[in-house]
């Protein structure tokens, strides 16, 4: 894979192929991360803290224990809905090439 000589599309044609080989072998580790965060604790953690903040004074101020809980929450589901699509996007390019 020489980059001599080579034009930019072919340069970014072999950069999309490394990438796809990439999430290829991530797959596995991504279907792992996916049930960890599936399972345990971690499966209830936003909901169970979202049923908690009534308890905290609705304080808006940047750094206040309501604010702070409200960022767990995001993470919490921003991370698991990123596993979930990444582990369907990668799945889907294992069955295209499995396909062919």
């Known amino acids: 894979m020489s980059t001599e000589n080579s034009t930019p599309a072919?340069?970014?044609?072999q950069r999309d192929e490394i990438d796809r080989q990439i999430a290829i072998a991530n797959l596995d580790g991504l279907?792992?991360?996916q049930a960890a965060l599936k399972s345990g604790k971690v499966a209830t953690l936003a909901t169970d803290l979202e049923a908690?903040?009534?308890q905290l004074a609705q304080d808006t101020a940047q750094g206040?224990?309501?604010q702070q809980v409200g960022n767990v929450i995001t993470a919490v589901r921003n991370v698991s809905n990123f596993f979930d699509r990444?582990?369907?996007r990668v799945q889907a390019i294992?069955?295209?090439?499995?396909a062919a």
Do not use: G, R, S
């Open 10 to 13: 072919e340069l970014l044609a």
């Open 31 to 33: 279907k792992a991360i």
């Open 52 to 54: 908690l903040v009534p």
């Open 64 to 66: 206040a224990p309501c």
């Open 86 to 88: 990444e582990v369907l």
């Open 94 to 98: 294992v069955d295209a090439q499995a």
